[in-house]
């Protein structure tokens, strides 16, 4: 049997399929299916941003996941495979969210976390007796060792960082989120409780991958620090494996400062922090009312003096939002030379009580999945019109990335090891090209 599993692009403003002549690093998901399947199947890996898809090749059964921006695309090469007589499933957090939707455009889906059912899903596809639906009962058991397979990606599609003989990689170790903010998919999809992989799990992971040349990894688990004392003991195992890492953490960092000396010494290099908005009554409206402003300054200076440099997240078009008080957080950024920003406009994303409750005020103008990209405005803002708050968002975006902001924010900045800190420039600039051109960076 043949399995080809394909990582979806997405549309650009043209309804051209985005594609690039290098990613940033495979996907985790994909790695983790081919993982879990069978070892008498032949397996392969598509990355459609930086590969083309064959329609017309020789495969049993074609596996599709993707993000909300993704899934148009997805839909049509579902559909170009099925034209064809091939099988399809998809699965993912929109299939999971939209399953009637999604049921259209494949033959099965499968819905929330794969882990426990993919087997089953291949062995119906060997005696061609797929089901419209598979579906879990509980959550998977993540104390189950399970090392993604990224023998089956195309390694040279992705940057090669520094020192490493292979990209970027992506590792997990936990799952759920015991917040619930408005604008958020992770407990819908992962859960209310807080999972998590057991540490000498996660250093084998890590350690396969390191015999192999691999240097820097991404931790992609929502909230790195979600539970401080596992946190704690994650940082102090990896640490003997001198590798290079970044991730991301809520600002509930502040109640356990030690973690961020703990995170330095274990090899992070950048995190990602959730910020927001620097409005206390936005973020009380949001759900995320246990991020407190007056903190944000202490978190930035501890994460430099530790010498980890910080990706601030920053939404526009929150209720509370005018053009003064978004100007003010652009020179917050600056003047607390935060060294990397990514800023998004609020998006109403399936499955997420912001969008519910959108729906219900009739504010949801535009439901084309593939603008649901964060730098699209897609409802009606209380303080802009729509198209004004699209020309503020591209305006304070080029600001922030100008080359006179980029000097203030990093250069002035404490110096960091020359190889992070060259890192962080390049970073910036990159970062400054794909916004000169007119996007950036969600979902590809």
């Keep these: 049997m043949k399995l080809l599993l394909i990582q979806p692009s997405h549309f650009d403003q043209y309804r051209q399929v985005r594609k690039y002549k290098i990613s940033l690093m495979p996907s985790n998901a994909l790695a983790t299916i081919a993982a879990l399947t069978p070892k008498d199947v032949n397996v392969s890996i598509v990355d459609d941003y930086v590969q083309e898809i064959d329609f017309d090749q020789e495969v049993d059964l074609v596996g599709i996941t993707g993000m909300t921006s993704q899934i148009p695309r997805a839909y049509q090469i579902a559909g170009e495979f099925r034209k064809r007589g091939k099988k399809v499933v998809m699965g993912g957090i929109h299939v999971t969210t939209l399953p009637d939707e999604a049921r259209q455009y494949a033959d099965s889906i499968v819905i929330g976390e794969a882990e426990d059912i993919w087997e089953n899903v291949i062995d119906d596809a060997k005696g061609d007796q797929l089901k419209p639906i598979y579906q879990s009962d509980k959550k998977p058991d993540l104390k189950r060792l399970i090392i993604p397979e990224y023998k089956y990606v195309k390694l040279d599609s992705y940057r090669i960082t520094h020192g490493s003989t292979m990209p970027r990689l992506p590792i997990q170790t936990t799952r759920g989120c015991p917040f619930n903010c408005d604008f958020c998919t992770v407990t819908r999809f992962w859960g209310k409780g807080f999972r998590t992989k057991p540490v000498e799990h996660v250093y084998k992971e890590i350690a396969c991958y390191r015999s192999q040349g691999a240097l820097n990894f991404f931790f992609s688990d929502d909230n790195i620090i979600g539970n401080p004392v596992y946190a704690r003991q994650l940082f102090k ?190 970073q910036n600039l990159y970062y400054r090209q794909r916004v000169m051109n007119g996007y950036h960076t969600f979902g590809g």
């Design 237 to 426: 195992t990896i640490k003997p494996l001198k590798i290079n890492w970044s991730g991301q953490c809520s600002t509930t960092i502040l109640k356990d400062k030690g973690l961020i000396d703990l995170m330095a010494e274990s090899g992070c290099q950048r995190m990602f922090v959730g910020f927001e908005s620097i409005s206390q009554r936005n973020l009380k409206g949001i759900g995320k009312g246990f991020n407190k402003v007056e903190q944000y300054q202490d978190i930035i200076k501890l994460f430099k003096k530790a010498g980890i440099w910080i990706q601030a997240s920053i939404i526009f078009g929150f209720d509370e939002d005018t053009p003064e008080s978004l100007q003010e957080t652009v020179d917050f950024l600056e003047d607390n030379r935060v060294s990397v920003v990514h800023i998004f406009i609020l998006t109403p994303v399936v499955g997420t009580a912001l969008r519910n409750r959108f729906e219900e005020e009739g504010r949801i103008f535009d439901n084309d999945w593939s603008h649901y990209n964060g730098t699209r405005v897609l409802f009606s803002p209380k303080n802009f019109s729509p198209t004004e708050l699209e020309e503020f968002y591209w305006s304070k975006f080029k600001d922030i990335y100008s080359l006179k902001s980029i000097l203030k924010r990093v250069i002035i900045s404490k110096p960091l090891p020359l190889s992070q800190y060259v890192a962080c420039i390049k």
